[in-house]
Structure formats: C-alpha cells, structure tokens
C-alpha cells in the first residue's frame, strides 16, 4: 500500500510539474502577445454583436427579410466565386502534375541520383514551409494584381505539399513490377512510366483531390493581398463595415466549400474503392 | 517481334476501349484547364514578362539582409511574439475544445439534438478560415497580437473539437465500463475511463497543430494582427526585398526548429509507434 501511495505521489508531482511548466509558457506567451484581460472583458461584448450586427441590414431590418437586398451583389460575387473555384481548380492541377514529376526525383527507392533527391526533398521543403499568401505578395509585384499571382502562388504551396505526400508514396510501392520493366533495358522514365506510375495514380488523384478542397480555402483569401478572387470584395467589406455584404459573401463561401467538399469526397471514396478492386 | 504482335494484338492497340473513360476525364479536365487560364488572364501576355521580373526579384533578393542591426533585433522580437501567438492561441483552443469534443462524441453524450448541434457549430467554425476570424478579433480587440492569438484560438476550437471526439469515439469501452460496473457514474467514466486513454493522442494533437499555427501566425500578421507577418508585408510592399528574404530565413529556421522540439515531445509521449490518429 505504502509504494501504491509513493508510486501515486510521484505521479501527481509530474502532472503538477507540467501543468506548471504549461502554465508559465502561456504566462510568458501572453506578455509577449500583449494579452490584456481588462481589454477583453471590456470589449468581449462586441464579439456577439458584431456577428449579429453581420445580419442586420443598413435599414436595421434582419437580412431574410428581404434577400434582394442581402444579395444584392449575387451576379459580381456568384462571377467571383467562379473565379475563386478556377484559381483553385487550376493552381491545384498545375503544382499537382508538377508534383507528381518531382516525386519520382524525390523518393528514395527510385530516384536516380542521392544529390537529385535532397535537391528536390529541399526544394518541397521551402515551398510548403513560406506561406501562401507571402508567395502571392511577392508575385502580385512581378505579374501584377490579379488571379494569376494567386494561381501561382496556390500551385507553388501545392507542389511542395503534394511533392512531399507523392514522394512518401512511391515509396511504398511494390518494386517488382519497375524491375521487371528495367531488366527489359528501359530507360529510367519509362520504368517509371510502366512500372511505377500505374500503381501511385489513384492515389496521387485521392491527394489532389484533398489538396483541392484546401486550396479552395485557401484561394478565397488570396484576394486579401490582391491576388484575385472572392477575397477582394471580403476584406473591402469587412474594412468598410459593409455588415451585410460580409455575412453575404462568407454565407456563399462556405455553401460552396460544403459543395465542393461533399463532392471531392464522394469522389475520393469511389477512387479508393478503384484501388481495392485492382 | 512481328510473330509476338500477331499472338497477342490486343496489347498492342493503343487505344483499347476500356481506356475510353480514363481519356474522356482527361480531356474534360484540360479543356477546363485551359479555359480556366484563359478567364484568368494567363494568355494575355503578362506571363512571359512576370516571369522575367520575377527572375529580377529573386536575384535582388539574395543575399539576405536585414539591413541593420536595429531591423534584425525588431525582426527576432517580432519572431517571438509570433511564436508567443501560435503559443497561446493553441493551448487556449485545447483547453476550451475538449468539453465541446466531449459534446460532440458518440460515446459521451447521448442526446442527438446536442451532438447535432456542437458538431455543425464545429464545422462552421471551421470554414471560415484564419484571416477572417482575425479580421472580425481586430474589430472586436483592436490590432495587434492579441487579436491574432484570439483568432488562432477561435479557428482552432473548430479543429480541435472535430479530433477531441473522434479520439474519444476511438476509445475503448472497457475502462467505463468497469467503472459503472463500481457505482461510478456517467462523470465519474468519462474521467477516469476515457480521459487517461485518450490523453496522449490530444497531447500530440496539440503539438501537432502547434507546428502549423506557428505558420498560420507569420501571416496574420498581414492583416494586422500582429507577429511577423507586419514586418514581412511592409518589406514586400517597399520592395526591401533583401529585408524580405532574411525575414523568410528566420521563419523557415524557427519552424524548422518548433518542428523538431515538438516531434520530440510528441515522440517522448506517445512512444515512436503511436502515431496521430486522424
């Protein structure tokens, strides 16, 4: 009984010690962060009603009593968002292909060279860590405002994402069939071509398709630094305190991230479905 | 080889009518591809020249600079506080997330309406995405960090709450089981039952997204919520674009660093095996 108490005891020491541990770096972090809880108690009130002062139009009416004038933007925004869908469909595509060339570089059972792989590990590395707005900033000044900056920006962070999740794939790949291939004298490509390719696409689809529904996200806020999309008429309302167009514009950006994120997954089971019969 | 391609036509046909679908998607998606980069202005021109420019920055960029001694210290300050942010914000969201995980799972509460209920609010918390949940903080705090760390902490509520109750779902019933069995009550299960059990994957869960938000906070800062993302635009915008590509450095050195410490952890918890779950 004696040692259950002392094992117990010794326990609880531990648990104490880090929850102190926890408790001094929130302490420290929130001086840091400039936290001030009178601040917060003193303003938290204007949280709730500045969500609900999202739906209340400028006549003081609630938005669903007249939608016209809720959505009165509904063409502009319904355009925007296609562009938005566009950015995403495009930038996802362009850095998946480029992905799905570079993990075959990148994977360590097939790539043909050690540099080539680190060079390319590397090269993943930077462009999934610099977040994407800061690539948009930096190609809003070369290609000017607009959605093109974004694209860029949206493939650049989903071919290092996807460069990364490629490259673990391949190398968990059956490498009898590449052999096989090789050992017929083929070139480097087109074993990859026949042997490897075959066995990675469904689930190179079932990663993109994932990386999609985020990069939808992910584009609807690129138009807060300029770079196209829905994003622009976000921010201008949310800094003009135009209430109702915000709640107006999110209201339709999360109806179509719900659409597209029950339609990606739909499809992503019936590609995982594919694999199992093969 | 002509006697090979006698026995066996059927492998030689290139287009065998079994891959008539696989071409038709394809095609459906470059067409759409195209015409995507046509709406968004990839033909027009402005390619080839952003192209050359973005070229120009990049050189312009190197070598890392931070200008002066004074730059370079604002820079590490403004480093930590952005670590302080994703600090903060990260575990307040696991504190005030596990009652809502715990609302939110199957084996802990039992009335529909209520589960129904915390999930949606999870999902919508979710959808909107970082930027706007500190743009609405900045409205409700006024800018600066504070704003920032409240906004990591609203859209991690949403996260966490979702993994909290699948991991409690994951639980093994037996630990509850055997304490309704003593005369526990419902109370009494979940502490002693579940909690212990699913401890380490929400622990890791929280290291885990540590990691990210430590991303997620270098570019709140763009909109004004402090941490480095402030300093990181104003050089873009200015064109510091030696400033720039130091301020990129220190961020790529810190999260590489935060990775390291907090897979360390993460490895110290939950043992080498465990993984994260979901």
Not at chain 1, 151 to 178: Q, S
Not at chain 2, 44 to 60: N, Q
Not at chain 2, 233 to 258: G, K
């Amino acid at each position: 009984m004696a040692a259950y108490d002392a094992s117990v005891r010794s326990r609880r020491w531990h648990t104490l010690l880090m929850v102190a541990c926890v408790a001094a770096a929130m302490l420290l972090a929130s001086i840091s962060a400039e936290v001030s809880p009178v601040k917060f108690l003193e303003n938290i009130h204007r949280f709730p009603s500045y969500i609900i002062r999202l739906f209340y139009l400028e006549n003081g009416q609630p938005v669903w009593t007249d939608i016209g004038e809720w959505f009165w933007g509904l063409n502009r925004w319904l355009r925007l968002l296609w562009e938005t869908l566009l950015m995403a469909y495009v930038g996802t595509l362009l850095g998946a292909v480029a992905a799905s060339c570079l993990a075959f570089l990148g994977a360590a059972n097939v790539a043909p060279a050690r540099w080539i792989r680190l060079v390319v590990r590397r090269f993943c590395e930077l462009c999934r860590t610099v977040p994407e707005l800061v690539f948009a900033l930096l190609f809003v000044i070369a290609f000017g405002l607009g959605p093109m900056a974004g694209v860029l920006a949206v493939a650049i962070h989903t071919l290092g994402a996807l460069g990364k999740l490629f490259a673990e794939v391949v190398e968990n790949i059956d490498m009898k069939p590449v052999e096989g291939v090789s050992s017929t004298g083929a070139a480097w490509h087109v074993a990859m071509r026949f042997g490897a390719l075959p066995q990675v696409l469904s689930n190179f689809a079932s990663y993109a398709l994932l990386r999609f529904e985020i990069n939808v996200r992910g584009a609807a806020v690129m138009g807060f630094v300029g770079a196209g999309g829905i994003g622009q008429d976000l921010i201008e309302a949310i800094r003009k305190f135009y209430y109702s167009d915000v709640s107006a514009i999110l209201v339709m950006i999360l109806i179509t991230v719900a659409i597209i994120d029950s339609l990606t997954s739909l499809l992503r089971h019936r590609l995982i479905g594919l694999e199992g019969k093969n | 080889m002509d006697a090979v391609r006698e026995r066996y036509p059927e492998h030689f046909k290139r287009l065998g009518p079994q891959r008539l679908p696989m071409i038709a998607v394809a095609t459906a998606m470059l067409v759409l591809l195209l015409y995507g980069m046509q709406v968004l202005g990839f033909f027009d021109g402005k390619l080839l020249s952003g192209m050359g420019r973005l070229v120009e920055i990049a050189g312009l960029m190197l070598p890392p600079d931070p200008g002066s001694w004074a730059h370079a210290r604002a820079y590490g300050m403004a480093l930590i506080e952005t670590v302080a942010i994703a600090l903060l914000g990260t575990l307040s969201a696991a504190i005030l997330a596990l009652p809502v995980g715990l609302l939110a799972a199957r084996n802990v509460t039992a009335q529909r309406i209520v589960r129904f209920l915390a999930r949606r609010s999870l999902d919508t918390i979710r959808s909107v995405d970082i930027l706007i949940w500190a743009l609405i903080w900045i409205n409700v705090v006024g800018l600066g960090p504070f704003a920032g760390a409240l906004a990591i902490m609203t859209s991690d509520i949403g996260s966490f709450g979702k993994l909290f109750s699948e991991a409690i779902e994951a639980a093994d019933r037996k630990p509850v089981e055997g304490i309704t069995s003593t005369g526990g009550g419902h109370f009494m299960g979940i502490r002693f039952g579940i909690l212990p059990e699913v401890f380490p994957v929400l622990v890791s869960q929280v290291l885990y997204y540590f990691e990210s938000n430590t991303r997620s906070a270098t570019i709140i800062g763009i909109v004004g919520a402090g941490g480095i993302g402030l300093h990181l635009a104003e050089a873009i915008r200015t064109l510091e674009l030696q400033q720039t590509s130091f301020i990129i450095l220190m961020i790529l050195v810190t999260v590489a660093a935060i990775d390291l410490v907090s897979s360390q952890l993460r490895f110290a918890m939950i043992g080498r095996r465990g993984g994260v779950s979901g």
